[in-house]
Each structure stands twice: as C-alpha cells, then as structure tokens.
C-alpha cells in the first residue's frame, strides 16, 4: 500500500494509525520473520531500555526507513541520498 491508496477521510480516521502499524507489522514479517512479533514484545514491556532493546531499536530503524519510502513512494530520491552518504565513507574512515 501506497500513500496515494489512501483518501484524505482516510488520514482523518481514528483508526488509520492501527492500520499503518498493521502495514508496517505485515512489512516486517515479510522482511525478516519474527521481527514483527519482537516488536510487539518489545512495546508490551514496561521496562526500561536497556543496551539490547537500544539495539533492536537501531535495527528496525533499517526497515522502517524502508517501509517509508516504499509507502510515500520516494524510494528512488532515499537511494539516491544513501548513496551520496556513502561517498564519503574513504573519507570517514581516513579521519578515524
């Protein structure tokens, strides 16, 4: 699903927030399986954040980058950026 699948009442819905999340759980699982249901793990626990689940966290950040630009359609102008960023990573590693 794309944002463009979407009508403005659709946006205006309390529920259209249960649906993106649903979206995006759906998106994990086919990515990596388990992940969706880590997630769901991970917000019922009222702990806090610990260095493991600050890792998990930084890994599904991956996906939900993904899951963005697929859903608002700009997938093409992310790589482009990425790629841009990763030019300088010589330079990076000089400087370390």
């Known amino acids: 699903m794309k944002f463009t699948d979407f009508c403005m009442n659709d946006y ?10 649903g ?4 998106f994990l699982e086919e990515k990596k399986e388990g992940l969706a ?4 793990t991970f917000r019922e626990s009222n702990s806090p954040i610990e260095k493991e689940k600050s890792s ?6 991956i996906h ?4 963005i ?5 700009i997938s093409p102008h992310v790589n482009s950026l990425q790629e841009r ?6 330079v990076m590693a000089f400087k370390k």
């Open 85 to 90: 960023t990763l030019i300088h990573d010589p």
């Open 69 to 73: 630009a697929l859903f608002f359609d």
């Open 56 to 61: 998990f966290l930084i890994s599904l950040a």
């Open 23 to 26: 979206l995006f759980l759906l």
């Open 64 to 67: 939900l980058e993904k899951f």
């Open 12 to 21: 205006l819905s309390t529920d259209f927030s249960t649906k993106i999340d």
């Open 37 to 40: 249901k880590k997630l769901v």
